[in-house]
């Protein structure tokens, strides 16, 4: 039996990132200890997770493409490489979004034929990106992409910017536009596993944005989305709905999934985390729905600072488990790079990135979100399932994995400015740890 226990530390102020530790091995648990425990079961078995990633917008490739070649290569390593963080499930634009460089489409002004289609806009700073990235990925690197908004023109307030509606007159020639943007990806040999119907269906936002009821989303998908995709034999790839905040995925749900041949059409739920944790809204999706899969699909710091708060970091260890914990089967940020002014943005609202560039001094800063981030996206791997765990305190937050090898990964966020020491238990072996204050931990063992 191997009882050799590794330790990934990350902790604040201490320069530890990412950093390997080896401790005492696991032992007998011969005194059948009750006290400062969290204990591991494995046999107790969850979703399967397909994996982790962030998004390849306009505002990203334009970053990267202005570092010299040492940094390119760094960002790229820092997520795809063999010794990065292992991202591989990313997300990427249907035409503009507010991470862009300006408001374009892929059809020309008023064309009704789609004789104009085009993803050639992509090539200037989104696919050279995304080429380089599969070709680094030490994983089978996995995408996903969304639409913020149809062009101008097919919606009644006639703008990309700023909600509205699409008109029912145009379902059909945006379902058409969907389903060629994915026969196109394809073609071009990119892995695409699927899309999401909407970009927060439910948000008038002063970016690109189109709101849906879900009467209307479940109408599009299923009398114009799904057979366009068929038309172009795109049927195979995926598709979220709802796209937003957790707090209203039930209801969303719900409504969604009354329809017997929508249920057979869509994969999942798309969900963000802008109006607080609600996982517990995840719990009754689940339950009522246990075949429909849950992604988490956007968060991020908003509101740019010069420099990254050791908070973020935590935010997304605690907004990480809190999703894993509550049968979340993929987790993805939002920008993987921004420049020095949390852009480019094309309306301005600026943020953090978990890597950010000084694209004037040509450096590249790794902050605290992205080593939070990777203790689960570099140890917790495709195809691995949640195990069942519990803790004596609520002090520290924690969830526990098996991956395909059966190496067992455990996450323990300690937030809280004392040390939390425990014991971890699996069946009858137990090893003491310490979980630092301000400190992520992973735990990894084969037992």
């Known amino acids: 039996m191997d009882r050799k226990v590794i330790v990934y530390v990350t902790k604040k102020d201490s320069g530890q990132c990412l950093e390997k530790q080896e401790t005492a091995g696991f032992r007998q648990d011969i005194q059948q200890q009750e006290n400062k425990l969290l204990i591991v079961y494995p046999e107790e078995t969850f979703q399967s997770i397909l994996g982790f990633g962030g998004a390849v917008t306009e505002a990203v490739g334009y970053t990267w493409q202005r570092l010299g070649e040492k940094n390119k290569r760094k960002v790229l390593e820092a997520y795809f490489g063999k010794d990065g963080i292992g ?43 995304i080429e380089e990235a599969v070709k680094l990925s030490s994983e089978d690197l996995l995408l996903f992409s969304s639409p913020w908004s149809p062009p101008g023109w097919m919606k ?7 909600g509205g509606k699409l008109k029912r007159e145009c379902y059909g020639l945006w379902a058409e536009m969907l ?116 992604h988490f699909t956007e968060g991020c710091a908003s509101g740019f600072v010069p420099e990254a708060k050791w908070e973020f970091g935590e935010r997304y260890a605690h907004d990480i488990i809190g999703s894993l914990n509550h049968h979340t089967v993929s987790y993805t940020d939002w920008n993987l790079l921004l420049d020095e002014t949390g852009g480019p943005t094309h309306i301005g609202n600026f943020c953090n990135a ?94």
């Open 87 to 129: 991202y591989n499930f990313c997300r990427t634009p249907i035409q503009s979004c507010d991470f862009a460089m300006e408001n374009y489409s892929y059809v020309k002004e008023g064309d009704q034929s789609l004789e104009s289609f085009t993803t050639k806009r992509d090539e200037k700073y989104i696919i050279p990106f």
């Open 354 to 447: 978990p890597v950010m560039a000084d694209t004037v001094k040509d450096e590249v800063v790794l902050t605290p979100s992205y080593y939070y981030i990777g203790h689960f996206s570099k140890f917790i791997k495709r195809g691995a399932v949640r195990v069942g765990l519990s803790r004596y305190t609520d002090k520290v937050e924690a969830a526990a994995f098996k991956n395909p090898d059966g190496e067992m990964v455990i996450e323990v966020l300690n937030a809280g400015n004392e040390d939390i020491s425990f014991t971890l238990k699996q069946d009858e072996m137990i090893v003491d740890l310490t979980a630092g204050a301000r400190s992520m931990m992973t735990v990894t063992y084969k037992l």
């Open 156 to 162: 009644e307030s006639g703008k990309m910017n700023g």
């Open 179 to 294: 389903a060629r943007f994915m026969a196109d990806y394809r073609d071009r040999g990119f892995p695409l596993w699927g899309i999401s119907v909407q970009n927060e269906s439910k948000a008038d936002q002063k970016w690109e944005s189109c709101i849906f009821t879900p009467e209307e989303e479940l109408i599009f998908i299923r009398d114009y989305l799904y057979p366009a995709m068929c038309k172009y034999r795109v049927q195979d790839k995926k598709l979220l709905f709802w796209d937003y905040n957790r707090d209203r995925a039930l209801e969303w749900a719900q409504e969604m999934m009354e329809d017997e041949k929508v249920r057979q059409m869509v994969h999942g739920i798309g969900v963000h985390w802008y109006s607080g944790d609600h996982f517990e809204a995840l719990d009754l999706v689940n339950r009522r729905y246990p075949d429909l899969a849950i």
